[in-house]
């Protein structure tokens, strides 16, 4: 992603439309929040009016379009003369718009980004990535689990995005072009965007309390590895995985060969460090044999292991993990807790 100098537009709210039409048309690929009547998941769509109209944020996570549940890695064929494999990477990816996403959406790109492609380029990952034009919506609104502001984040961060667009008080949108990508989009559709408006976006944002302090939390976390506090915390922890499956950032996995004779696959598909198996050694011994050491695995990570290797945290503030806990565990209880 190239982050250029922010430059800013007005755009009214049918020509919101219209760019979505415009964007269809071109053969994008376009995930958006959809209501499926239980709940709001970002999901494939074709037409405007599939797009759900008040969320807060969607109950699954963005990273889907990047990080899939499951894909082939590779598959071979043993022949005569040798083996062949099929590389999917080497397969052109689709143009894949990520529309209606909230600022932590588009900001956790960036830590997953750090995991995929900072010591190693997995191409799976970086080619999708490429290909991903993010036009999010700033939150005018918030709940009791948001809490983006205590991880450097915010309901109007640009962080991530290639255009935000934040709803103003006339009704019409200040969209805000961050990237050469965005930039794009605005020279293709040059008839939909205005002049720069005069209202500040400030004050049509939603106020998220700030909880506890990164850096704080960070460096305290030194010296808290063998507190009770963990067994504590995780003791109604069930191991089911949901936080992780939700989680934006979340991107352990595990790898499965398919062996039919003469050719396989290798499939990734997603993991937890929640899960009893996860550490699980062939000789029977498990270096995280509880909940509690495994807990403390998840709140290191995010908020230890990642600040110091990559300088930003593992966690992007959305709540997703606490709102979807069926045992009710709130992550912020826990951090502000230590």
């Not at 106020?207 to 704080?216: A, G, L, P, S």
Request: charged share 25%; hydrophobic share 35%; proline share 5%.
């Amino acid at each position: 992603m190239v982050v250029m100098r922010t430059e800013n537009y007005s755009i009214k709210k049918p020509s919101i439309e219209k760019l979505f039409d415009n964007l269809a048309e071109r053969g994008k690929t376009i995930y958006a929040p959809k209501n499926n009547g239980e709940r709001v998941l970002f999901q494939k769509i074709k037409n405007f009016g599939e797009m759900a109209g008040d969320y807060l944020v969607t109950a699954n996570s963005a990273k889907e379009v990047v990080f899939p549940r499951y894909e082939k890695v590779f598959s071979y064929k043993k022949t005569e003369d040798g083996i062949l494999i099929d590389d999917p990477a080497d397969i052109p990816f689709p143009e894949v718009v990520l529309w209606g996403s909230r600022p932590c959406d588009a900001a956790a790109f960036i830590p997953l980004t750090n995991i995929f492609e900072q010591d190693y380029t997995d191409n799976l990952y970086s080619n999708r990535r490429k290909n991903l034009l993010v036009l999010s919506f700033s939150c005018d609104t918030c709940d009791e689990f948001c809490f983006c502001t205590s991880v450097n984040g915010g309901p109007g961060n640009t962080a991530g995005s290639d255009i935000l667009f934040t709803k103003l008080s006339t009704g019409d949108f200040l969209a805000e072009i961050i990237t050469e990508k965005g930039k794009k989009v605005v020279e293709e559709n040059p008839s939909l965007f205005e002049a720069s408006p005069t209202e500040e976006k400030e004050g049509n944002l939603a106020k998220v309390e700030t909880r506890f302090n990164q850096d704080e939390i960070q460096a305290k976390l030194h010296e808290l590895f063998e507190d009770p506090l963990w067994a504590e915390k995780s003791r109604a922890c069930l191991g089911c995985g949901s936080c992780v499956f939700v989680c934006p950032v979340c991107s352990c996995f595990d790898i499965q060969d398919e062996a039919h004779g003469s050719h396989g696959t290798r499939l990734r598909c997603w993991d937890s460090c929640g899960f009893s198996l996860f550490t699980l050694h062939a000789s029977g011994h498990n270096p995280r044999p509880d909940q509690g050491a495994r807990w403390r695995q998840r709140i290191l990570h995010k908020f230890r292991y990642m600040p110091d290797k990559s300088k930003v945290a593992g966690c992007v503030g959305c709540g997703r993990c606490s709102r979807s806990c069926p045992a009710g565990i709130n992550i912020l209880d826990t951090v502000t807790a230590l």
